[in-house]
């Protein structure tokens, strides 16, 4: 801990946040597999949202790169009645027409190219000359074309382990000095599969045993699961992965924190950083053949994003994207669901900001407000209270003995990140009312630090500097409220 004056840092560190998926083409809407087929499908299909309103949107809301995968792949365009098909000239394609717009309103783009995203193969192995030749192509022509707004590519989406060979070659070739030499800031974004998948996409070959239950958590899947993020950091340099946390009538999904926890330690043992995906939107999953419902995610609000965003901060996260434009329909249900931006005809552009729009970009000032200080401190574990039944928290490990922070109490459940500063040993706290924020409980917390007098408080964006009473601070935080806490001795 660092003993002199109140820490102070210059702004020159921002967290890198972003949409995927977003903005959409228009198009009708492509339903399993045919245009058009879905009821709440409009017969003339989707306005276009490749509009100034709609970019210019998205940049007020914070977000600094977006990803439009399927809805504009690099040379193909989407047929209304055909589906995907080659695109005659990269300048007429829906993907430079969503880059013009990108770069018109400022803000960084990472296109793919389908035959890299889809699982390719080729006469001479997983990687060879074929996909060189594509991918060199796609990279001088995005930088010929929009040098600006072209920051890099969106690799893959979830591979199994037995694709994760495939991907490092491609980050290879994309490191190497032929390419390097077209585009030297090349940036690349994996999302690898998150820890409820079945366990032989972690491991070629795993045979379940008998009467296993296929996505328990326990420490077999906790191994497996590590080893096969430091398969995807080593093939990538980095670990992202996608999570819905918000389950039906208040549910959690029980494996949010411990996947984070899982990802920051594999990241804080072998020096590679953390990214993820979080849920903006509410949605159904199906059964393609049956159209049964299997999985209902909510609609989150302020206090759910809130508790998603610094939930993951405590783990160390880096880097924060949003699904965001996708639109999921239910059966037989009439209102559109709500996620950042949707469609609706009831509105004259043809679309309208909802609530979670509102609520991201609130929580995104007040990211911003203070990632700069946040960026410095490295994750070194966490610690945590457990008061209710909810298997989110209690399935953390949550064992860090480190630190000045010597007592802690709390009225509910509580997850504090336990972070230190390279530079100067300055330590850091995320303290966060882990509650699941459906249940709308305060949280009065009181963190006893050993020979600290004072501490730096980042709350809501604001920074505070307050005196702590024989080494104590308490707090009272909101429903998915978290505060990060730097102690000092002044």
């Not at 820890?195 to 070959?205: D, I």
């Not at 080593?234 to 996947?259: H, I, T």
């Not at 639109?327 to 679309?351: I, N, T």
Request: proline share 5%; net charge negative; with cysteine.
């Amino acid at each position: 801990m660092s003993k002199h004056n109140r820490p102070v840092y210059i702004d020159d560190r921002s967290i890198p946040l972003t949409a995927y998926m977003g903005p959409r083409r228009g198009g009708k809407r492509f339903w399993y597999g045919k245009y058009g087929e879905h009821p709440n499908d409009p017969a003339e299909g989707y306005p276009s949202f490749f509009t100034d309103q709609v970019f210019e949107d998205y940049k007020n809301a914070g977000l600094t790169f977006l990803m439009p995968e399927g809805d504009a792949y690099f040379m193909q365009n989407i047929n209304p009645e055909k589906g995907l098909e080659p695109a005659t000239d990269f300048v007429g394609s829906d993907l430079y027409r969503f880059m013009q717009m990108a770069e018109k309103h400022g803000l960084e783009v990472y296109p793919t190219d389908e035959r890299i995203f889809g699982e390719m193969t080729h006469k001479d192995g997983p990687f060879g000359e074929e996909e060189r030749t594509i991918i060199r192509t796609f990279v001088e022509t995005l930088q010929q074309h929009f040098p600006r707004s072209f920051a890099g590519l969106m690799l893959t989406d979830e591979p199994g382990i037995a694709s994760v060979g495939r991907v490092k070659k491609i980050v290879e070739y994309l490191n190497s000095e032929e390419i390097r030499s077209i585009k030297p800031d090349m940036k690349i974004f994996s999302s690898m599969l998150p820890s409820y998948a079945r366990l032989e996409a972690y491991q070629a070959g795993y045979i379940y045993p008998d009467n296993a239950k296929l996505v328990e958590f326990n420490d077999e899947r906790a191994k497996i699961y590590s080893d096969y993020t430091l398969a995807c950091a080593d093939a990538v340099g980095e670990f992202c992965f996608d999570y819905y946390a918000l389950g039906e009538k208040g549910r959690l999904s029980p494996g949010f924190y411990q996947n984070l926890e899982l990802a920051a330690r594999a990241g804080r043992d072998k020096g590679f950083p953390i990214s993820v995906t979080l849920q903006s939107f509410r949605m159904d999953v199906k059964y393609r053949d049956e159209k049964k419902v299997i999985v209902i995610f909510r609609a989150p609000n302020y206090e759910d994003i809130r508790w998603q965003v610094y939930s993951s901060l405590a783990f160390g996260v880096r880097s924060i994207g949003w699904f965001t434009f996708w639109q999921h329909y239910s059966e037989g249900v009439e209102r559109f669901p709500e996620a950042m931006v949707v469609y609706d005809p009831s509105e004259p552009c043809g679309y309208r900001k909802t609530g979670i729009y509102e609520a991201v970009k609130k929580i995104h000032e007040e990211i911003k407000a203070m990632d700069h200080v946040f960026l410095r401190f490295n994750w070194k574990g966490c610690k945590k209270l457990c008061f209710s039944r909810d298997r989110n928290i209690r399935l953390l490990n949550a064992d860090y003995t480190g630190g000045s922070l010597t007592k802690l109490t709390a009225d509910n459940d509580t997850l504090v990140g336990c972070f230190e500063n390279p530079e100067d040993g300055a330590e850091g706290y995320w303290v966060v009312n882990a509650r699941n924020p459906y249940q709308f409980q305060l949280d009065r917390v009181s963190l006893q630090f050993a020979d600290a007098d004072r501490a730096v408080i980042y709350r809501k964006g604001i920074e505070q500097d307050v005196e702590l009473v024989d080494g104590c601070l308490k707090l009272q935080l909101g429903c998915g409220e978290g505060v990060f806490v730097i102690p000092y001795h002044s």
